[in-house]
């Protein structure tokens, strides 16, 4: 992954023209294999592909303009939440980013979220479907103790139907296994 | 292991007729003996100048093939009978054979054939069946099957399910494509094209329309759309996620799964989109329904248990029953249409395999040895039943006879198909 051109772009993206199609969760946590790619002093991001990076990315970058949810050094930019093989419980891991999700959906009421569940690939497509809802339920129940309001999630599921991994490999097996976070004007 | 297995490259020439020109290969492998196989003699009929291949009784000899219930008898050196003078009893039964098919073909003006067809019983040295039809050459295929009913009826005694369609997605790079087709696999026509997933399509009882769901609209939907004009509307596009719809037996409801109010539970919704219920209330997984053929029960996967197994409840709504007990993962019912089997899916040992299970005995067998089986669907006769597999990475859909010892493989190169589901 290329750690100063993504910045860049996404910099000029958002400077230029707002928000636009392309969402910086794209380029996050696509590997989740845990090897945190921290950001040297140059200040350039961390694209964190990890999910357990989340801690150390602290909140700077919002006083420029920039939308936090699309900077790469703002933990709003996370927006996957992985889960173990037939868990449905929300690691200790992700709780600073729900924490930090629900706190920019409750200070900006009209901002909207689908939270998306995912399935690997293994067995019954309808019920995948089942499983990737239980997924991104379990993320829209967080928000909502959070105090996100119904009005402004919804919980849908792609089962097996969105691989963003192919394979049958466990790894990819678990990169299958998420909730992303996708807002309304996304 | 397999102990013959035969193919068939003749089906490359259909392309000819195919008017979504697909390239299809068909393969049947038989995996037991000939025990128990009613033999029949296919001749290959009197054929016409200028007529389609591959010869009908070609193609009614797949179809019977492919059903596990015939096999053919060989012809080497024999004479070839035409007409039912010709047949030489004794000498079929010397061959082994419990009965002769034979036909003539005859080009007519305007580029149609006239077909005459016999079936002859070589035992009780009878005739069982005569036809004549007059078509075009586009119904060439549709007759071979017209025949292969014919015959499959009146030498089992059950009607024969080789005229009937069958549906399935078919992924081609990032298109999706809801296609419907003969149901051995020719003559596909494209119903939905979509940059997103379409899943779970369903032909209504009388096969004029078919659900499905579709991610269109970046969350999966029900739609119910016509096979005549190809008109469609939204049944089910509620908060949350719409799926796995059902067709009750009067074509009237469907059963769905939505998310609406709460985890996957059970819907019924009215054809139109009007009239929901909600049927399932439980704060497990309760999805994949399915009608039994008397419309008063439904058989669904539900994970209240602790692992996804299959349950009945009144259609009405009320306690269910669960049905599926070995194993951790039974999902996927199909249920034939006297109601007395359900077909699954089963893992066992990480492996998703298909099986039968006899409702009134609780018996259950694996038909198949492979290890991705998707998405099993009962002819509507209820003697064969089609699902989806994996072969060489890509996926494929095949066909296997209720003991497990017939398997036929209906598929296109270089794409992938999935998610079948037999119609009328």
């Known amino acids: 992954m290329n750690k100063i051109f993504w910045p860049v772009l996404l910099a000029l993206t958002v400077s230029a023209c707002g928000t636009k199609g392309t969402t910086p969760a794209q380029v996050e946590d696509r590997t989740g294999t845990g090897t945190a790619t921290t ?43 992985f889960f173990d093989f037939d868990s449905f419980v929300i690691k200790d891991e992700y709780s600073a980013m729900i924490q930090a999700h629900a706190s920019y959906l409750n200070a ?26 239980k997924r991104a339920e379990a993320v829209r129940r967080a928000l909502s103790v959070l105090g996100v309001t119904e009005s402004q999630m919804e919980a849908v599921s792609f089962g097996e139907e969105k691989l963003r991994k192919t394979g049958s490999t466990e790894e990819a097996h678990a990169e299958n296994r998420r909730t992303d976070v996708v807002y309304g004007d996304e | 292991m397999p102990r013959a297995v035969l193919f068939y490259p003749m089906l490359f020439l259909a392309l000819l007729c195919a008017p979504f020109s697909a390239r299809a290969a068909l393969e049947i492998q038989v995996i037991g003996g000939a025990a128990n196989k009613i033999a029949v003699a296919m001749v290959p009929f009197q054929a016409a100048p200028g007529q389609p291949v591959p010869d009908l009784s070609q193609i009614a000899g797949d179809d019977l093939e492919r059903s596990g219930q015939f096999r053919r008898v060989d012809l080497g050196g024999a004479a070839r009978p035409v007409a039912p003078a010709q047949v030489d009893h004794a000498f079929w039964r010397g061959r082994g054979a419990d009965a002769v098919v034979i036909g003539q073909v005859s080009a007519l003006p305007g580029g149609r054939f006239e077909v005459r067809f016999y079936l002859m019983d070589v035992i009780k040295r009878t005739q069982l069946a005569a036809f004549a039809y007059t078509i075009p050459a586009r119904q060439w295929r549709a007759t071979a099957h017209q025949i292969a009913d014919i015959v499959y009826e009146k030498l089992t005694g059950t009607p024969g399910a080789f005229s009937t369609r069958i549906a399935y997605v078919q992924k081609q790079g990032t298109r999706y494509e809801l296609r419907v087709a003969d149901a051995d696999g020719h003559n596909p026509h494209t119903v939905v094209r979509s940059a997103e997933p379409v899943i779970s399509p369903r032909f209504s009882p009388d096969g004029t329309r078919i659900a499905y769901v579709s991610f269109e609209d970046k969350k999966p939907v029900v739609y119910v759309q016509s096979l005549k004009d190809g008109r469609r509307t939204k049944v089910a596009a509620f908060k949350g996620s719409n799926s796995a719809p059902a067709w009750a037996p009067d074509g009237k409801r469907l059963a769905v799964v939505l998310t609406r109010d709460a985890g996957s539970q059970v819907y019924l919704i009215n054809a139109d989109g009007s009239g929901l219920v909600r049927i399932t209330r439980s704060a497990s997984i309760d999805t994949e329904p399915v009608f039994s053929p008397d419309g008063t029960t439904i058989y669904f996967t539900s994970d209240r248990g602790g692992s996804a197994q299959i349950y009945q409840m009144p259609a009405s709504g009320g306690d269910a029953r669960r049905v599926t007990f070995n194993g951790s993962y039974n999902v996927s019912p199909s249920i034939s249409k006297d109601g007395r089997r359900l077909a699954y899916i089963s893992r066992d040992e990480g492996r998703f395999r298909v099986v039968l299970h006899e409702l009134s005995t609780g018996q259950t067998r694996v038909l198949t040895d492979s290890a991705r089986d998707e998405s099993p669907s009962f002819a509507p006769n209820g003697q064969v039943v089609l699902y ?14 209720l003991d497990g010892q017939t398997r036929a493989r209906l598929s296109e190169s270089g794409v992938d198909a999935r998610e079948p589901a037999w119609g009328p």
Do not use: C
Request: net charge positive; charged share 20%; glycine share 14%.
């Open chain 2, 388 to 401: 989806a597999t994996v072969q060489g990475g890509r996926g494929i859909l095949g066909t296997v006879s």
């Open chain 1, 39 to 81: 950001a040297p002093a140059t200040g350039a991001a961390s694209t964190g592909t990890s999910s357990d990076s989340v801690s150390g990315s602290a909140l700077p970058g919002d006083a420029t303009g920039v939308d936090p949810r699309k900077d790469p050094a703002n933990v709003l930019s996370k927006r996957s939440v």
């Open chain 1, 108 to 133: 900006n009421r009209n901002a909207r979220v689908i939270l998306q569940g995912n399935a690997d690939e293994r067995g019954s497509r309808e019920y995948n479907l089942a499983l990737g809802q």
